[in-house]
Structures are given as C-alpha cells and as structure tokens.
C-alpha cells in the first residue's frame, strides 16, 4: 500500500497544459529548483527520484473554483510547507520503528495528519493569501472525512473510522463515532488535544506513540485506505546508485542524513545530473582520484606560440557565406552519432538522439510520382511565386518621406511651413528575396503510414514553393524507436529531407524516401528544431509541426502534452512562429481540437481529409509568406 507507483491512472482524462504549465511555474517559484516537474497521483507526494511533486487527484471533476484552489491547497503544503519544514531524520526513524507494527499504516497516516495541522498554520503565518486555499481544503477533505466515516462503520473498518474521527476532531467537524458504541473516542481525543501545541516533527511522532499504546489489543487491523504518501518517496538515492572511481575520494563525507525535504531533492538532482552526459563518463570512470592541485600549470605569455593545432568541421552556406558549427544538419564526418539531449527540457533527459541525411529514392516510379505531383500543382506554385514577387517589388519601391536627408520631395512644403523642416524621402532598400526562415518538422511515427502518400505530397509542395522563392528552409522528419526505449535511455532520430544549407537544390528525392517509423516526441522536436532556426541569421523564423494525433513515446503521455505546450511557448518569446497542422483521414474531434489548442495555442490547423493536406498547406504557407513580406 506504501508503494510510491501503486496509483495508475487508467483513464484518457485531458489534461489543461496551459494549467499545468502555470502551476509548475509556481512550484517552482516555491521551491527555489528551477526544473522541478508536476504530477498527478491518488494523494500528494514527493517523488525525488523523477524531480518530481504530485498533487492529488482528489480536486478532480469540481466546480472550477474548488479545483483551482484545492491544487493551490497542494502545492503551497508541498512546497512552502513539507518542503522546508519537515524533519527528514525523525520521520525515517519512526517508518524504522513501526515497520513491523501491526497497526503502522494507522500510526504513520497519524504523523503526517498532525503534520499538515501544524505545517498549515505555519505556511499561513508566513503567507496570509494562503488562507483561502487551506480553508477549501479543510472543509473540504471535512467533508469527505465525515461522509466516510458511516460506511467504514458498516464495513466493520474500524480502524479507517477512527482515522475519520481524528480528522473531524482536529478540524472541528462534527462526526457519528463517539455515538456509534466505539469506546475509542474516550481513549484517543484527550491526545488530540495536545495535537495544536505541537512545534516539530517530533512532537507529532510523540502524540503518535502516545496513541499506540491505547489502540494496542483493541484495533484488530490496520487501515484499510491509504490516506497520505507524503512520506512515502522520502528515501536517498537506491542501490544501484553508486559513486565513480574518479571522484569516489571527493564524495566522503557528503552522505550524511539530509535534514529536509528540498535538501534530499537536491542531493537527487546532483546524482541524477553526475550521471548523465556522455562528456563526463571518463573523468568519472577513469579520471584522476583527487582534485587537481593546479601544480602544472604556467603563466601565460603575450606573443607566446601554441604547442598544437587543430582544424575545424565548419563549413560555409554556399548561398549567404555564414559558417555553420561542426555537427549541424548531419554535415559534420560524424554525423549520425548518437548525442546527449542536454537543454531539451525535464521530460527529455534520459533522451539521446542522431541526426541522418535521407537517402534518396531513385526508383523510376518515385521520379514519376514527383513529376505527376508536381503537374498538379504547378499552377498554385507559379501564383504564390508571383504574388510574392509582386509584393517584394512594391515593397521595394515604397518611400519613406518625411526624412531630413535623401531626395527631394516633389512638394516640399514643410520647408515653409515646419520649424525643423524635413522635404526629403528615400525609396526602400532593393531586396530580390525575403527575409524568413522556415523549419518543417514531420511526425515519423507508425500512425503516419496510411497517410505517407499525402504527407509526401504536401511536402513537396512546401519545399517547391520555397525553393522557387530562393528562401531558406529545412525540413525533418522525427521519431523515436520504441524497442529500443528504456527507462534511462530513449534514442530519437531526425531524418533530413532539406537541409537550410542546401538552399535551391531539388530534394524531391529525399522527400519521397520519406517512411514511417515508431513513436513521436513533439516537445523535444520543437525544441531541436528551434534551436536549427535561431542559428539562422533571417529576421523572421516560422516552425511547422505535420501530425497526425498527440505525443506519444516512452514516459511521454499527459506529460509529453505539457512538455510539447511548454516547447512552443519558448519558442514563441525567442521569436520563432509556430504552426501545427493535423494530418488527419477524418475532420478532428472536439477532445482533439482541445488537445491541439492546449499545445499550439490557436494557431493549429487541421484537414478535414488526407485529400486536403496540400491545400492546407498551401493556405498556411501564403499567410506566413505574406506575413514575412509585410514585415521587410
């Protein structure tokens, strides 16, 4: 019953991302830890292990108001309240103690009952514009506590009903069980008087030692429900954990006994990051025991030569003449290596990832389907091409008057008119091409197979529509082996079909290589392509997201939905637009629209068939061409 994993949600309950996101931004403003994450379990708990806190499913299915505030209620105890102010030492001593008592569900639940008594008021003292929330919160779980009281009776569960009663007692509710012939009552409440001048974690393991001796020989079995796990995660790293021998000397004398919760988080979250990063492993396995005392090192000297050289894997855009870094767009010698995912967000750190230049299909029956495509479409190719053309002239010859140098203007009468004239205009500066960048990202998972054909369709058409424009753009396809994914590592692969660098060659090839693969995950996605855009040197850069349902990959469920959401806002306040559209055989449906809307905000499309994706396409890439041109 005590087991951390023992809640699982087996419903597809939507998830609000957009709430999500701002409670984990206040917990973290709590807590002080910059990439805590947020949960949802049967009760509050902590979980240091995944650098995690858990609010309690309990505030589900309520008037709005009650919700919000109860999940409020939850935070604000976890991390204004246990988070500080709970004796990590005293309770693993007392789980020690009762761990073979009859009744140690019973006792523990206790501790921490008393507990959130105190720590309550505590948080309260501290921050008055809690108080609304916990005052929810106890009427609430009053309520509840009360209205379960009578059926544990009836159930014979008597131990559960006494639990009740401590709870009605301690806040003040009124209860059946002093007159429902249990002589319990008599014995406990005297202790529950002495619950409100309790200062420590101490004093509340002392009032439940006080109450053992009094349940001994009358409760018959323990708790039937599990009431609080507060205190169930609140362990040090497991045994498998274990130091490195390069800095095995280094760590002597850190494992003491953490004192509170947010220090036992923080030892976590240091052993969690020493063992991550494939850039550490040989000073870790192999390095130096002992630190570096810096003995052989020198001055250095002005003018003084180096002592080796080295070259460089960066090359330059053959259109712009900007460098790019060594590894970027699988254009380095190692390209396709796999790479630790580090920056890409909580949800992604047990990710590793390659980058793969597609191989082109040659087959005389891709080169007809390309040139069939194309038949098709060239008509709405040629009007877009020129509708921008048409748009980049005019913006070109537009004048900017008012001006206190350039050309004269034909009617010059400021000149008269104004203290501090300025006749003179200046025609805008000639630009043959606009200043955007485009990124298209692909869902690559299994559920795109019935929907290659069109993808690959539309596709072409975008990559056509750029390439004739000459504007710079790079498109992806993404997915992660789900037989290969595990706990600790989980490798995604992004295939090339267009590199940025590769400016006006024809990829048509490599698009119709284009196959599908296992699972997808959209956040870490987002975010590897916003980071391709913001290495470009364009002023206006737009993301596109082709997909085909929500996120899905290992330990990437309700969270992958926040995480995807929290990808496209980053991206968002660095200036890159980002569009989703949905590849779809049908119209989407009202969960579906709301799932998207909570990831992509309102700028998320959908088809309302497969026959639709290129005329979607089409529409969306005209809006976001418009809108580069109006802003040159």
């Not at 009053?142 to 059926?151: A, C, D, I, Y």
């Amino acid at each position: 019953m005590t087991s951390i994993n023992r809640f699982i949600d087996f419903n597809d309950e939507l998830i609000d991302a957009g709430e999500r996101l701002r409670l984990e931004r206040l917990a973290r403003a709590l807590t002080g830890m910059t990439d805590i994450g947020l949960a949802e379990r049967q009760h509050i708990e902590f979980h240091p292990a995944s650098n995690e806190l858990a609010m309690s499913v309990f505030w589900r299915h309520r008037e709005p108001e009650v919700t919000e505030q109860g999940r409020l209620s939850d935070l604000y105890l976890l991390a204004a309240g246990f988070w500080s102010k709970f004796d990590l030492p005293v309770w693993q001593k007392y789980r020690s103690v009762t761990e073979h008592h009859p009744l140690r569900e019973f006792l523990r639940s206790a501790v921490l009952l008393f507990e959130e008594l105190r720590i309550t008021d505590a948080v309260i003292s501290e921050r008055p514009g809690t108080e609304a929330a916990f005052s929810l919160r106890r009427r609430m779980y009053g309520e509840f506590h009360t209205g379960q009281q009578p059926v544990n009776l009836r159930r014979g569960f008597r131990a559960d009903a006494l639990f009740n009663h401590l709870y009605a007692v301690l806040h003040s509710f009124s209860d059946t069980y002093g007159s429902s012939g249990e002589e319990l009552a008599e014995l406990v409440d005297p202790v529950l008087f002495s619950v409100y001048d309790a200062r420590s974690t101490a004093d509340a393991v002392r009032l439940a030692e006080r109450l053992a001796p009094l349940l001994h020989g009358r409760l018959d079995e323990d708790l039937r429900h599990s009431y609080y796990a507060v205190g169930d995660g609140l362990t040090g790293p497991g045994p498998d954990f274990h130091y490195h021998r390069g800095t095995e000397d280094r760590e002597e004398g850190e494992e003491g006994q953490k004192e509170s919760v947010g220090e036992l988080f923080s030892t976590w979250h240091a052993a969690n990051r020493s063992e991550k990063g494939m850039h550490l492993n040989y000073e870790l396995e192999h390095g130096r025991i002992g630190e570096g005392d810096g003995d052989g090192a020198r001055e250095g000297r002005e003018g003084a030569e180096a002592t080796s050289t080295g070259r460089g894997q960066s090359s330059a855009d053959e259109r712009t003449g900007i460098a790019h870094e060594a590894g970027s767009e699988a254009s380095a010698p190692d390209a396709g290596a796999w790479m630790k995912a580090d920056g890409f967000g909580p949800a992604n750190e047990s990710v590793v990832y390659r980058e793969l230049l597609a191989e082109p299909d040659s087959s005389r029956e891709a080169h007809e389907r390309i040139l069939s495509w194309r038949d098709e479409t060239v008509p709405h190719v040629r009007a877009i091409v020129k509708e921008m053309q048409k748009r980049i002239e005019r913006k070109r010859e537009e004048r900017r008057e008012g001006l206190p140098k350039g050309r004269l203007s034909k009617n010059p009468i400021s000149v008269l008119t104004d203290e501090r004239p300025r006749p003179f205009f200046r025609k805008q500066s000639p630009s043959k091409r606009l200043d955007a960048v485009f990124g298209l990202l692909v869902d690559g998972s299994g559920s795109m197979a019935d929907k290659l054909d069109e993808t690959k369709k539309a596709v072409l058409l975008f990559h056509d529509i750029l390439r004739s424009l000459d504007t710079a753009h790079g498109i992806a396809v993404y997915q992660e082996d789900s037989a290969a994914a595990t706990k600790k590592r989980q490798p995604n692969t992004f295939q090339w079909l267009h590199r940025f660098r590769d400016a006006g060659r024809d990829d048509g090839e490599r698009i119709l290589s284009m196959e599908a693969g296992d699972d997808n995950r959209d956040g870490f996605a987002v975010r590897w392509m916003s980071s391709q855009l913001l290495r470009r040197p364009e002023a206006h850069r737009f993301l596109l997201v082709f997909s085909d349902g929500e996120p899905s990959a290992f330990g990437y469920g309700q969270n992958g939905i926040v995480d995807t959401a929290e990808a496209v806002r980053e991206a968002e306040k660095k200036g890159i637009t980002v569009i989703h559209l949905f590849l779809s055989s049908g119209p989407a449906t009202a969960r579906q629209q709301e799932l998207f809307r909570m990831m992509f905000g309102s700028r998320s499309v959908s088809a309302d068939s497969i026959d639709r994706f290129s005329d979607e396409t089409q529409r969306i890439l005209r809006k976001l061409l418009v809108l580069a041109s109006g802003n040159m």
